[in-house]
């Protein structure tokens, strides 16, 4: 089994993640599972690819093992580019938001602006060697068309996912903390994300 580097801090992308790829001949691992920490990549590009590109690299560069990372940027239909959050979702007027001023932002612009519907785009990129690189990032990668509404979930949160909170799918009307794991976890990793390392010979 290849062992390969999911190059990510947030603990609930990389249990999702996992549990995707489990059916995979891989075992992912984490940075918590390495022996030193490596410094913080750069994330200034200007898409979610360069960005992803940027991590992997860095962690690949640091550790010399094979590793990936992803990125997305949220897009909303209908509101002027000032607006669209992009690769900065939880960057907004130059700070970087917690969890709740997240939700306050995001709740107060579906409050202004009525439901809003959005997408993710997301990125791949894997670095097996520095003559080997591997990206995605396509409509196939993307996420379903999804709410954005002003009134968060009542129940209870997970950490590292503060928009779930606030998204409600098209398909069945409920928000996204009331669907099962395994839809959850598609919606964190889509198809496209898994097909991408289908499709390769690791």
């Given at each position: 089994?290849?062992?390969?580097?999911?190059?990510?801090?947030?603990?609930?992308?990389?249990?999702?993640?996992?549990?995707?790829?489990?059916?995979?001949d891989i075992e992912v691992l984490?940075?918590?599972?390495?022996?030193?920490?490596?410094?913080?990549?750069?994330?200034?590009?200007?898409?979610?690819?360069?960005?992803?590109?940027?991590?992997?690299?860095?962690?690949?560069?640091?550790?010399?093992?094979?590793?990936?990372?992803?990125?997305?940027?949220?897009?909303?239909?209908?509101?002027?580019?000032?607006?669209?959050?992009?690769?900065?979702?939880?960057?907004?007027?130059?700070?970087?938001?917690?969890?709740?001023?997240?939700?306050?932002?995001?709740?107060?612009?579906?409050?202004?602006?009525?439901?809003?519907?959005?997408?993710?785009?997301?990125?791949?990129?894997?670095?097996?060697?520095?003559?080997?690189?591997?990206?995605?990032?396509?409509?196939?990668?993307?996420?379903?068309?999804?709410?954005?509404?002003?009134?968060?979930?009542?129940?209870?949160?997970?950490?590292?996912?503060?928009?779930?909170?606030?998204?409600?799918?098209?398909?069945?009307?409920?928000?996204?903390?009331?669907?099962?794991?395994?839809?959850?976890?598609?919606?964190?990793?889509?198809?496209?994300?898994?097909?991408?390392?289908?499709?390769?010979?690791?």
């Amino acid at each position: 089994m290849k062992k390969i580097l999911f190059g990510t801090g947030n603990p609930a992308k990389l249990n999702a993640m996992r549990r995707r790829l489990s059916e995979l001949d891989i075992e992912v691992l984490g940075l918590a599972d390495m022996d030193r920490e490596a410094p913080s990549p750069s994330e200034d590009g200007s898409t979610p690819l360069e960005n992803a590109r940027q991590k992997a690299l860095c962690y690949y560069d640091f550790y010399q093992m094979p590793v990936f990372s992803c990125d997305s940027g949220l897009y909303f239909e209908g509101l002027p580019q000032e607006l669209q959050p992009g690769i900065h979702v939880r960057n907004v007027g130059g700070k970087c938001l917690t969890d709740q001023e997240m939700l306050a932002y995001y709740g107060g612009l579906a409050e202004k602006y009525g439901n809003l519907r959005a997408r993710y785009r997301h990125a791949v990129c894997l670095v097996m060697d520095r003559e080997h690189i591997y990206e995605a990032m396509d409509d196939s990668t993307a996420s379903e068309v999804f709410l954005i509404t002003a009134v968060p979930y009542a129940g209870v949160r997970q950490k590292g996912f503060p928009l779930d909170s606030l998204s409600v799918s098209l398909g069945t009307g409920k928000y996204f903390y009331e669907m099962d794991r395994e839809r959850t976890d598609h919606l964190a990793v889509e198809d496209g994300v898994l097909n991408f390392f289908r499709g390769l010979e690791l």
